[in-house]
Nanobody, 127 residues
Framework: HVQLVESGGDLVQPGGSLRLSCAAS????????MTWARQAPGKGLEAVAG????????YYADSVKGRFTISRDNAKNTVDLQMNSLKPEDTAMYYC?????????????????????WGQGTQVTVS
């Protein structure tokens, strides 16, 4: 049974920090590209950060560069998102998603069927 379970969302004041975590199970985590996405009320789904396998630079949306850091632990099957200097515009439901590495995956280019696994989301409110 595939699961992606996000945690760490909360209400935080502007300028504050949060660390989101996504725990994966039921699939081969180490062979999947991982991403964090968010959806604010009335807006579309936005890719926030992502990590390809085999190293290389992480992807960050321009709006979060320098403030957010994505990391993964293949031993624990987790992918985290450290969020610093939070702004009210960061308020959204945050989701983690996984795409099998053998598929054509381009971080930040939208979300097609390659993003097979999704979590239920964790709410971040900056106010």
């Amino acid at each position: 049974h595939v699961q992606l379970v996000e945690s760490g969302g909360d209400l935080v004041q502007p300028g504050g920090s949060l660390r989101l975590s996504c725990a994966a199970s039921g699939f081969v985590f180490r062979s999947h590209v991982m991403t964090w996405a968010r959806q604010a009320p009335g807006k579309g789904l936005e890719a926030v950060a992502g990590l390809y396998l085999g190293g290389g630079s992480p992807y960050y949306a321009d709006s979060v560069k320098g403030r957010f850091t994505i990391s993964r632990d293949n031993a624990k099957n987790t992918v985290d998102l450290q969020m610093n200097s939070l702004k009210p515009e960061d308020t959204a439901m945050y989701y983690c998603a996984a795409a099998e590495d053998c598929l054509p995956v381009e971080l930040g280019a939208g979300f097609g069927d390659e993003w097979r696994y999704w979590g239920q989301g964790t709410q971040v409110t900056v106010s």
